[in-house]
Each structure stands twice: as C-alpha cells, then as structure tokens.
C-alpha cells in the first residue's frame, strides 16, 4: 500500500518538548519614521531581546485604564543584525490597535511585546540559491527584513522583490529600495502599481499577472526560495499563479495578511 | 512581567464586542473569515481525493469521496479561534464525527491515544484522541452549508473547534493514530503542543 505523502510530510518525530515560555516584555519606543501617509515604522529599544530571524514576527499587547486587553501581531521589518527593533504598521481605518501604533503612540511610550514568534516563514544567509520575494502593499514588512540582512552580507545571492503597490505615495521603503539597488548589482526591484501610475511610471502598470511573473523570475530550475506576502487575495493569486509556473509548492511560502486585521 | 502598563492613550474599540464568556482572552471578533496557509492553496478535485484512517502502517479504512459523503453526517454550529487573534463566532460545519468515522471501521474505541493529521501541501498536526471523541472532532466538508472553499481547507478539514484553529488542519487526507505524542508542522515551529484557547496555549512554553 501506497501511504501519501510520507517522504515529504513535516512531521518532527522527537516527543513534545516544552521549551521556555515567551515572556511579555517592555520596549520603549525611540523612534518613529513616517513612511507613507497611512504606514508608520515604530523604533523598538527591548532590553530583553534575544534576536530574531528575517521574517519572524512579534504580538504586542494593549492595555486600556479599565484592563482590556488587545493583541496583534506585527511582523519584524528590521534585520537582526540592527540594535534597535522595527515595526511598520499600516493604520486599518476601523482596527482597534493599529490606529492607535499609527497616531497614538509617541516616543518615550512604552509597549508591551513578546516573540520572536514562527519558524518557518523566514530566510537567513545560510540559504543557498536565489531569494524571490513577492509582496502586496503592507506585505513588504518581513520581507524588508530579509532584504535588510541580506543588504549586510559580505557576499550575496542574487535576489528579485517584485512588490505591487496601490500608487506612488503607498510604496513603503521607497528610497532604501532604491539605495539598495544602486549598491547591489545582484538585486532587482520590479515595482507595480494597481490603481494610479505617474505619467513617467516606468514600472509595471497593474496586478502582477502571469506574465509579469514569467518576464521577472528565476526559472523553476534555478530552484528560488520564494517568499509571498500581502493581502488573502493577493498571496491566494500570485501562488497560484506560481504553481501553474511549475515551481515545488514547498519553495513557495506564504504569510496572509486577512483583511480583519487592525 | 511583574505589573502590566497601562498603554498611555489606549481606548478599547472592540470591548463590547467581545463577550468573555465566548471569546477567549486575547481574541477578537472578527464577521470574515481569513485565510492562514504556510503554502499555496492546493487545488483538489473530489474524484481524486481519497480519505484514510491508519495505525502504524496500516491501513484501518480508506473512502473514496462518494463514500466518505455517504458516511454518516453530523451538523454543528460552533465558534472558532485562531492563534493569530481572531475568534469567529456560530459557524456551521457539516461532516462526519471522529466517533462515526471510528465506528465505520468497526471500532468501539480508539486503538492509540494520540493522532496525527496529514494534509495535503505536507501540512501535519497532531491531536489527542481525547480531544476528537465524543463530538469533539470531525472531519468537515461543507461550511455554512456550502462545500468548504479551497482557501479554507476543502473538499475536507479536520475540525477540532475548541482547540486553536491550526488544529483544525485543512485539506486532512489522512489520520494516522500514534501510540506516542508527536509534533506536527506548527507545533514543531514554536507553537503550543496542545493549543487551549482558554489558556492562551499560543507558543511553545505557554
């Protein structure tokens, strides 16, 4: 009999270990850098920090004066290497806490984190082979994080971030892209934008489709790591897209941001 | 963390939507249904798809997906947790129970204390048997009434409602009991072995 499956199932076979709880800690906030008019990144300094892995996130937690309590998770934009630790939040008009990250928090406040938190949506220098990175709007965040440690390598694979943007005034990062670009001869940035394109917009106008992936990528035999982030809708169509392209399904991960966030 | 602060500023949005004693703490209430996959979403056609219960290396029942819809169905109306914060409240699920499915096989009781659930896109989770008898577990196949979107697990998810979501594995192809406790892909990646909403059972050591 034929089990399905087997060879490939991620399935770690050592008994249940139970390994030290992620503690809430307090970070106090440094900075705050406006990115765009809906997206702010917030300057961590949290003492207690063990490191994290690009592409890792973290939940933070509120507490108003009556003791309710809220928690999200925000993914980490800033590489590891970096002393300070970035958030890039984008305001969700009728969210409960990322309106208040966006236009409350000030620094010198403080706020309570615990994490690094997932283990497998991340990507280290150790990996061999090219780093294709596909991101939707705010989706750039922990793939920022890659291209930031990445950015710090003596040596580097060639990497491709193909990231949709809704116009001009939503791209996040805009001018580090470009400072990375001009510094890196084996990194290209394929920029879209769906909604508004400027006259001169020399990038690609629209979704990303098909073809726009096919023009861009690495080729299915060049074996990329792939790494999609965005909205549901975004990251369901690009995968999709990239398994009709016969890339493994196992090189493509994916991070979803659902559109009830906030 | 000895004194929790207060977030200066912090004015609650969502507090009344979220009664305690339905959504655990840490959760809120979400009316859509996001999506949270480690991979693309596989494509499956039900004449294809094939479901198996199996101890060791073999092979305790197999269905085709004609005669898994033949199976006895169980209708429940439940709420849902995921890890990521959202809660959603009264789903309707539709399937076959744990406890129909181990009776088709012909057995009263479960031959191992703990599962593993295979999913296609090589996804695993594991569960205590205890956790999926009694009608606390099913493998479902319509939400809402409608067969379950692909985004959302179908043709078939494992649904174990009380545990966080990522339990409820999507695109379950198979359940294999297990004599011993073993981790499955979240749980292997820093998540909580056991995962108790009402514990706040998120991540390893919880």
Redesign the interface.
């Known amino acids: 009999?034929v089990?399905?499956?087997n060879s490939?199932?991620?399935?770690?076979?050592?008994?249940?270990s139970?390994?030290?709880?992620?503690?809430?800690?307090?970070a106090e906030v440094r900075d705050v850098v406006i990115e765009t008019y809906r997206v702010k990144s917030l300057l961590l300094l949290a003492s207690g920090w063990q490191g994290h892995l690009p592409g890792q996130h973290i939940?933070v937690?509120?507490?108003?004066?009556?003791g309710?309590?809220?928690?999200?998770?925000y993914s980490i934009a800033s590489p590891p290497e970096d002393d300070l630790l970035s958030l890039t939040v984008e305001r969700v008009d009728d969210?409960?806490v990322s309106p208040?990250l966006v236009d409350?928090?000030r620094v010198g406040?403080?706020?309570?984190l615990r994490g690094p938190?997932?283990?497998?949506?991340v990507w280290t220098a150790e990996k061999s082979g090219p780093l294709w990175l596909i991101a939707g709007g705010s989706g750039i965040t922990p793939l920022m994080a890659m291209l930031r440690h990445r950015d710090r390598l003596p040596s580097r694979a060639p990497a491709l971030l193909m990231y949709s943007s809704r116009s001009l005034e939503d791209i996040i990062y805009r001018d580090e892209l470009d400072a990375m670009v001009g510094r890196d001869a084996n990194l290209r940035v394929v920029p879209a934008l769906t909604r508004q394109q400027p006259k001169a917009w020399t990038g690609h106008r629209g979704r990303i489709d098909r073809a726009t992936l096919a023009a861009h990528c690495f080729p299915p035999a060049q074996s990329p790591a792939i790494y999609v982030c965005g909205p549901?809708t975004f990251?369901?169509s690009i995968?999709?897209l990239?398994?009709e392209l016969d890339y493994d399904?196992?090189s493509?991960?994916?991070e979803?941001f659902?559109?009830?966030?906030g | 963390?000895e004194e929790?602060?207060?977030?200066?500023?912090?004015?609650?949005?969502?507090?009344e939507q979220t009664p305690t004693d339905r959504v655990p703490?840490?959760q809120?209430v979400?009316?859509?249904f996001?999506?949270?996959?480690?991979?693309?979403?596989?494509?499956i056609k039900v004449t294809d798809w094939?479901f198996?219960l199996?101890l060791g290396?073999s092979?305790l029942g197999k269905w085709s997906w004609a005669q898994f819809e033949a199976l006895p169905q169980t209708t429940i109306k439940t709420d849902i947790h995921c890890v990521?914060?959202?809660s959603k409240l009264d789903t309707t699920w539709q399937g076959v129970t744990f406890d129909d499915l181990l009776k088709e096989v012909g057995l009263s009781e479960a031959p191992a204390p703990y599962v593993?659930a295979?999913c296609?896109?090589?996804?695993?989770t594991n569960v205590p048997v205890a956790d999926l008898v009694g009608g606390r577990g099913m493998v479902a196949t319509r939400y809402g009434g409608l067969p379950i979107a692909p985004?959302h697990g179908g043709p078939a998810r494992l649904l174990v409602p009380h545990l966080y979501f990522w339990k409820s594995g999507k695109w379950v192809?198979?359940i294999r009991f297990m004599q011993?406790?073993?981790?499955?892909?979240?749980?292997?990646?820093?998540y909580h072995?056991y995962g108790d909403p009402w514990k706040q059972q998120?991540?390893?050591?919880?």
């Open positions: 009999m089990i399905p499956g490939r199932d991620m399935t770690v076979t050592d008994a249940p139970s390994s030290k709880r992620l503690e809430w800690q307090l939940d937690r509120l507490t108003a004066e009556n309710y309590q809220a928690q999200r998770s969210g409960e208040y409350e928090l406040d403080r706020l309570e938190i997932g283990g497998y949506f549901t990251v369901e995968s999709g990239l398994v399904p196992s493509i991960k994916t979803r659902g559109p009830s966030g | 963390m929790t602060p207060i977030s200066r500023g912090f004015r609650p949005k969502r507090q703490p840490g809120y979400t009316t859509d996001p999506v949270l996959s480690a991979g693309p979403t596989p494509h094939t198996a199996q290396g092979l990521t914060k959202w593993m295979h296609d896109g090589a996804y695993t985004a192809r198979r011993k406790d073993e981790r499955g892909f979240w749980e292997s990646l820093g072995n998120r991540y390893d050591g919880d």
